[in-house]
């Protein structure tokens, strides 16, 4: 018998698919946050009290409560319905961790890029690797509580957007508006490449 505490861990024998997401953005943007948000499982943390080297390498302007910084990754995992499970991996967005993304997107379905609007060039290298490399995603737009509030239209226009690219407005700290984040990644995908996923309705159950 399975124990009540330990239940979550275990997949449903009806799991038909597990994939791959990627969750990316630049440093501070809420990824570890995100991904916190919406695991099943205790997700796993590589976090490292930024060291004085990585002080004025990572910016820390308007952000005086953050003081670990993303050395490797967030790891979780979340089942958005009874045949699909996604494993997610939260990989740093800084320039000098761009090799990591060759190994972890191999086999990826495709990426959530998380974006703060508070700090939208930070948003633009990342888009553009991602775009130079070719891997499908969706935009989050993970609104803070000062970020101004924009229109999808003109975040579309700024972050220079293909017409397709889903961008949704999230708020990485509450799992509803960050699984539906990850919802519209997967529905986009599927769009593009058939592949068979599972309605919205079931998966927010
Ligand atoms: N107010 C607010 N704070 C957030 C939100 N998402 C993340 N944070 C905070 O912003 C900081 C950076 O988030 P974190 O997930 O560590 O960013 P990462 O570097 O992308 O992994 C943390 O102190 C979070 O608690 C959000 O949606 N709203
Ligand atoms: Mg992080």
């Given at each position: 018998m399975v124990?009540?505490?330990?239940?979550?861990?275990?997949?449903p024998d009806t799991?038909?698919?597990?994939?791959?997401?990627l969750v990316v953005g630049a440093f501070g943007v809420g990824k570890t946050t995100l991904v916190g948000s919406v695991s099943?499982?205790?997700p796993l943390r590589?976090?490292?009290?930024?060291?004085?080297?990585?002080?004025?390498?990572d910016d820390l302007a308007g952000m005086s409560t953050k003081t670990t910084t993303t050395v490797a990754m967030d790891f979780g995992r979340i089942t958005l319905n009874s045949r699909l499970?996604?494993?997610?991996?939260g990989t740093p967005g800084q320039r000098r961790f761009w090799d990591l993304w060759d190994g972890l997107a191999e086999g990826a379905?495709?990426?959530l890029v998380i974006v703060d609007t508070r700090r939208l060039e930070d948003s633009f290298d990342v888009l553009e690797q991602l775009e130079l490399r070719g891997l499908p995603f969706a935009v989050a737009i993970n609104q803070f509580p000062d970020s101004e509030v924009h229109g999808t239209t003109e975040l579309r226009g700024a972050l220079d957007l293909l017409p397709d690219t889903p961008v949704v407005m999230c708020d990485a700290r509450e799992r509803m508006p960050s699984v539906d984040a990850l919802i519209s990644l997967v529905e986009y995908v599927?769009?593009?490449a058939h592949f068979g996923a599972e309605s919205a309705e079931e998966a927010a159950s």
């Open positions: 124990s009540v505490g330990s239940a979550d861990r275990y997949l799991i038909q698919q597990a994939v791959k997401i099943e499982i205790e590589t976090e490292e009290v930024m060291t004085e080297a990585s002080i004025g390498v499970v996604l494993y997610l991996f379905l495709g990426v599927s769009d593009v």
